[in-house]
């Protein structure tokens, strides 16, 4: 006994990545420095003292990379731009060359009958930008439109699909609280101020966006991780309200013109409360054409005063785990895109990343990642059954077409359909990589009953 899942005729099949993880040549052709080089700089940052310098070498290797997407037959590519390549000091004179390599990037796409999906941001402020105060001066939200003014400008009927920020999540709390991320500050007051300014960023793009007449859609990739509580005691029922609503923190707003009311007096009992000048809520709330969807995972928490940054605890019931030590939890999708049908109706939803992190290594030519098929195929199952219960999900862009430099991890952590040798740039394609290539095909999935 099987189950065919079948998608629409229409649905997008795709693979994403990032500039600054898969581009390498960081002093190459008047790219000037970012918050990420200069966080890895630091001693003790980065895993293993990697950096980014070649990473997957594709600012060069671009066009083997695009051969490798056309032969696994995706429809759409996510990658995003280097804004210090465009602005080397986040304003002023735009640097020709960086616009010019993201033109031959994109007619290459286009040569290749893959639709290029443009994200602005991922994560690369200037770093000139962050000596004089980075997200929390709000100076940055009006370079950041003059950026995205350039592009949309200089790439207008190219590329069609705009995205503004990924993951602001990650700006905000892993980079202005935790201190993971760049630029490293830790400050409750710093993280929500930032998410605020980010937010109005992305706003008021939208609106350039619109004024400007830019042909396409645009919209942006929150992640978002689904959290059940231990028990339905109210002090662990709070605790999974707190772990979703951080995430959703910084998507309710951009659909209700409001912040989530018991959140928010929650950070006010950390000293945290964004300063929101007038006007900023209507920019937040801008229409949108569409919203992406980065999904990664969820578990089960319950309540624990002082652990965690948000009084919680993650309780292991026996979830598969990546090798990253991230849980599985691949019904969390079907709920999440059935929360976000609540929340924002028929708009269209895209998977803008889904994938694992799994260190399999080649074996006499080959790389059997059957894990990673494992996890694709479970969460597309998911994207079906919310498809089938009315989600109008229009795409699914798995992360990532390769291995890469996965931030302060380093590269420890492999999540590409691609296997690549960091020494010799030897690029391999995983037993995922033919799985997928097969699904893309076909178009539909058949699950082998039990």
Sequence with gaps: MSTIIQFPEDFVWGVSTSAYQIEGSLDKDGRGPSIWDELAAIPGRIYNGDDASVACDSYERY????????????????????WPRIY???????????????????????????????????????QALQEQGGWENRKTIDAFVQFAETMFREFDGLIKHWITFNEPWCIAINGHLLGRHAPGIQSWQSAIQVAHNVLVAHGATVHKFRKLGTAGVIGYAPDIYW???????????????????????????????????????????KGAEPVIEAGD??????????????????????YKAGNNYLDLEHVDIGYDKSDKGWFIFPEGLYLTLNWLKELCGPLPIYITENGACYNDEVIDGRVPDERRIRFLQSHITELGRAIDSGVNVKGYLTWSLMDNFEWAFGYS????????????????????????????RKNWLEIESR
């Design 63 to 82: 066009e083997e990379d695009i051969r490798l997407m056309k032969e696994l037959g995706v429809k759409a590519y996510r990658f995003s731009v280097s």
């Design 88 to 126: 080397p000091t986040g304003s002023g004179e735009v640097n020709p060359k960086g616009i010019a390599y993201y033109k031959k990037l994109v007619t290459a796409l286009l040569d290749s009958g893959i639709e290029p999906f443009c994200t602005l941001y991922h994560w690369e402020l200037p």
């Design 227 to 269: 959290y059940e509580p231990f028990s339905q005691k109210q002090e662990d029922v709070d605790a999974a309200y707190r772990a979703f609503s951080i995430y959703t923190w910084f998507v309710t707003p951009v659909f209700t013109g409001k912040y989530p009311e018991a959140m928010a007096e929650w950070f006010k009992t």
């Design 281 to 302: 809520m209507e920019l937040i709330s801008q229409k949108l054409d569409f919203l992406g969807l980065n999904f990664y995972g969820g578990n089960i928490v319950r």
């Design 413 to 440: 952590c492999r999540f590409g359909l691609v296997h690549v040798d960091f020494r010799t740039q030897k690029r391999t394609p995983k037993e995922s990589y033919y799985w997928y290539q097969k699904l893309i």
